[in-house]
């Protein structure tokens, strides 16, 4: 990936340039097939991943969505190399950036990759920056790792980087202990936006922060995510969230992908049970339902997942086959993949209606 | 930053003051008899009398602290030696640098040789490098250093016959004592890194570091290590303060004309000024090293000079701010 030393601007040229040429050949930027990732332990064995498949373009968003525990994070943190080993171990599959398998490359190669041409944003910004290196060092070091600049260069991309997330420059110089929770992401998103990445990989960017805090840094996202055209993975559990930021919607539940497809595809014609549920369980602004209809029952424990459907358990709708059977992926409509036996049975129609 | 240095400096002064009152008071009325000390042995009863009368210890208990205390705050003289009839001053000014030096050379390499190992067992959990060094470490800190001390003379002086048994000189003379002095420290500084480092390794930060795409080391040297290095700092700023004063034995087992070796000779000789001068050499020298360690915690944690100095600085912002 040469980036090499080339200015700001003549890189977001180059970003935007490609972008165009891949939009026309629709090339998949990300593909990530068959990916597997269990936790093994001496106790017992956390099937974290099993068989995640998705593929996101240049440009695009790509919401994954599920409950805590189903997954998300491991995935996002297999794409980047950075699970944690022992106890993690990667079962199989690939990841493909931009036609490289980056799941087999050396720790070496990935140095390289990572902050570079895949970054991430982390979950909670209380912990996420170093308590005893002043904001600005953590940024210039990122740019100072990956390109060729000098000191001072890489100090002024730093401080460029702050003012384009709102942060006076001027506070380069102070420690994360000085700064409020929104802001200390703004900071982790300098961090992962510094070096312009392909790929940025935001693992529920706002989940820790309140929610005025977190429309000003879905705002500031969705700019940078703009001006820079990176391709997003955005994690979360808030459907309002993915409504709001999201081109493509992948549900993960115990470790699969259970339907996948455009923002639309999910939000209007869903079809997995479980994404049902989880609409039925929101409450519509201008609805006047009484009692909202939760999924019953509980995410299935990792350690020993139910055989067939992962979600038979707490599906209305699951026959005899689902508890037996291993369940594929299928395309329902073009671009819209749903893992359910029974799409034929009960109808989708019929199946909102309820 | 400034200001709370000098707050602290002045805060040692009642410090040493109260170590000096408690010694004072402990020898005071510990049995025994100065005048027959300074005396010796033999002789007649008027004379003691006379000694003691001229000594001053027939005065109150309070009268003779305060002289006392006058004499080594105001005059800054530790006083005669009772039985030598030296200058307790200008001894312990011909001995702190030995003590000095068996100090600094031995925490030099608890550092030097603690962190690393304690670097290497976190990194390498449960691995056979980490079980070895872990039962190495806590040998090191079971071990009582004057047993090292004589099973190292059994060893090297007698056996061996390579490094000469006591005394000083060159550099072989230092070896074993520093060796004996050291190993304690060594072991607790690398079981103190060991447990930091592995509290520091799963912290967020560590992976937003390497999400970054830093190299190992970079990661080790500039995240890992200096948030670990706190409850270090404290450990060495114990170990050197003990190396200090517990080098007492050592020099003793040596004859390395050290504080200690002085010290343990005064005791032995009833020698009560000489023991008193001891303590407080050794008390203010405690009380630097562990100003020294609040210092470099504060250099090291930009929280803990945010405590110290926060309420100076934020003060003073908002006039620039104005301006």
Redo the contacts between chains.
């Keep these: 990936m040469g980036n090499g030393a080339s200015n700001d601007a003549g890189n977001g040229a180059s970003k935007t340039m490609r972008g165009a040429d891949v939009g026309e050949e629709k090339q998949k930027f990300l593909e990530v097939r068959d990916l597997s990732v269990r936790y093994e332990t001496k106790e017992e064995t956390v099937y974290a991943v099993n068989g995640v498949s998705f593929s996101l373009e240049k440009g695009r968003t790509l919401g994954l969505v599920g409950e805590t525990g189903a997954g998300k994070t491991t995935i996002a943190r297999a794409i980047l190399g950075i699970l944690p080993s022992p106890p993690a171990v990667v079962g199989g599959g690939e990841i493909l950036l931009g036609g490289d398998d980056i799941l087999g490359a050396s720790e070496r190669e990935m140095h390289d990759i990572r902050g570079n041409r895949v970054t991430m944003i982390f979950q909670d910004p209380m912990t996420a920056l170093n308590p005893v290196m002043t904001i600005g060092r953590q940024i210039e070091e990122v740019i100072e790792s990956h390109e060729r600049v000098s000191k001072d260069e890489a100090r002024k991309r730093a401080e460029e980087m702050l003012e384009m997330v709102g942060i006076l420059a001027e506070r380069y110089s102070e420690y994360p202990h000085q700064f409020s929770g929104g802001m200390k992401q703004r900071v982790v998103i300098a961090i992962a936006l510094a070096c312009n990445p392909d790929l940025l990989l935001a693992d529920e960017p706002t989940t820790a922060l309140d929610v005025t805090i977190q429309a000003q840094v879905l705002d500031l996202m969705k700019t940078l995510h703009k001006k820079q055209n990176t391709s997003t993975i955005l994690i979360t559990h808030d459907l309002g969230v993915v409504s709001e930021m999201c081109d493509e919607v992948a549900i993960v539940y115990a470790g699969e992908i259970v339907e996948m497809g455009s923002l639309e595809d999910i939000f209007e014609r869903p079809a997995h049970p479980y994404m049902l549920g989880l609409l039925g369980a929101i409450p519509a602004i201008d609805g006047d339902e009484e009692k909202l209809s939760p999924i019953p029952g509980m995410t299935p424990d990792p350690t020993s997942l139910p055989p067939g459907c992962k979600f038979h358990p707490r599906c209305k709708y699951a026959a005899e086959a689902c508890k037996s059977e291993p369940v594929g992926m299928k395309e329902i409509a073009p671009g819209h993949f749903c893992r359910c036996l029974n799409l034929a049975a009960p109808n989708l129609a019929a199946r909102e209606a309820e | 930053m400034l200001k709370y240095i000098l707050k602290r400096l002045l805060m040692m002064i009642p410090v040493i003051l109260c170590v000096a009152i408690l010694v004072f008071t402990i020898i005071y009325f510990t049995p025994g008899d100065a005048a027959q000390v300074v005396a010796g042995q033999g002789t007649p009863a008027e004379k003691l009398d006379e000694l003691r009368e001229s000594m001053g210890l027939n005065d109150p208990y309070f009268v003779q602290l305060g002289r006392y205390l006058h004499q080594v705050f105001v005059k800054l003289d530790l006083g005669t030696a009772m039985v030598n009839k030296t200058s307790i001053t200008s001894d312990m000014q011909a001995r702190f640098p030995y003590s000095m030096t068996l100090a600094l050379i031995g925490i030099a390499f608890a550092i030097c040789v603690g962190i690393p190992l304690g670097v290497y067992s976190a990194l390498h959990q449960n691995k056979v490098g980490d079980r070895i060094a872990v039962v190495v470490s806590m040998l090191g800190v079971s071990v009582p250093h004057f047993w090292l001390a004589l099973m190292l003379i059994l060893l090297f002086s007698v056996k061996l016959g390579w490094l000469p048994a006591y005394g000083v000189g060159g550099i072989a003379y230092w070896i074993m004592p520093i060796i004996a002095n050291c190993v304690g420290g060594m072991a607790t500084t690398a079981r103190q890194t060991r447990s930091s480092m592995l509290e520091v390794i799963?912290?967020?930060?560590i992976?937003?570091?390497?999400?970054?795409?830093?190299?190992q080391s970079?990661i080790i040297l500039?995240?890992m290590l200096?948030?670990a290095l706190i409850p270090i700092i404290t450990v060495t700023g114990m170990n050197f303060g003990g190396m200090l004063g517990g080098g007492l034995i050592i020099e003793q087992i040596f004859t390395i004309p050290g504080v200690g070796f002085y010290l343990t000779k005064g005791i032995t000789q009833r020698d009560y000024y000489a023991v008193m001068g001891g303590v407080i050499l050794l008390s203010v020298a405690f009380s630097v090293i562990m100003l020294a360690t609040d210092l470099i915690q504060a250099f090291?944690?930009?929280?803990i000079k945010?405590q110290y100095a926060g309420d100076v600085k934020r003060r003073r912002k908002p006039h620039a701010r104005e301006a």
């Design positions: 799963h912290c967020d930060y992976v937003t570091a390497r999400s970054k795409g830093l190299k970079q500039r995240h200096p948030n090291v944690d930009p929280r945010a």
